[in-house]
């Protein structure tokens, strides 16, 4: 066992990100230009919280950071507040299967096919999932 350097709970020798927060806990470490962008999007976000864009860019850099608990936040309030941005439902879906809720990845995939019924990426990642359920369909 070991502990996660983030928020320090106990964690399996064998996991590669965090339960709790999504750190990633092998493996390079994220980039300091994407954790510096982030800290520039924290402050655009804090000056215009109803903007999702700015929430969108930030949920992005935490991705590419793989700070997956951290972008859910943010890419759950795009959803909020633009419900028609299907490339949210996607960024979503990778958060949420990278911290183990595959229940919930696969709740968002849906809901973004509803949004829009021919995006790639969402088709793309409604078939990882269903491979990774062992499943046809659900």
Same mark, same amino acid.
């Given at each position: 066992?070991?502990?996660?350097?983030?928020?320090?709970?106990? *964690?399996?020798?064998?996991?590669?990100?965090?339960?709790?927060?999504?750190?990633?806990?092998?493996?390079?470490?994220?980039?300091? *230009?994407?954790?510096?962008?982030?800290?520039?999007?924290?402050? @655009? @976000?804090?000056?215009?919280?109803? %903007?999702? %864009?700015?929430?969108?860019?930030?949920?992005?850099?935490?991705?590419?950071?793989?700070?997956?608990?951290?972008?859910?936040?943010?890419?759950?309030?795009?959803?909020?507040?633009?419900?028609?941005?299907?490339?949210?439902?996607?960024?979503?879906?990778?958060?949420?299967?990278?911290?183990?809720?595959?229940?919930?990845?696969?709740?968002? @995939?849906?809901?973004?096919?509803?949004?829009?019924?021919?995006?790639?990426?969402?088709?793309?990642?409604?078939?990882?999932?269903?491979?990774?359920?062992?499943?046809?369909?659900?």
């Amino acid at each position: 066992m070991s502990a996660c350097p983030k928020c320090g709970i106990q *964690t399996n020798e064998e996991d590669r990100f965090c339960r709790r927060c999504g750190a990633k806990l092998t493996g390079r470490q994220p980039s300091a *230009t994407m954790d510096a962008l982030a800290e520039e999007y924290r402050k @655009v @976000v804090a000056d215009h919280p109803n %903007d999702a %864009d700015a929430h969108y860019s930030l949920g992005l850099a935490l991705l590419y950071s793989e700070r997956w608990a951290e972008a859910v936040i943010h890419i759950e309030r795009v959803i909020e507040l633009a419900p028609a941005f299907a490339d949210a439902y996607a960024r979503l879906v990778l958060c949420r299967a990278r911290l183990g809720e595959l229940d919930e990845a696969w709740a968002a @995939v849906e809901r973004g096919l509803i949004v829009d019924p021919n995006h790639e990426d969402l088709r793309r990642l409604r078939r990882e999932l269903l491979d990774l359920r062992g499943t046809d369909d659900k």
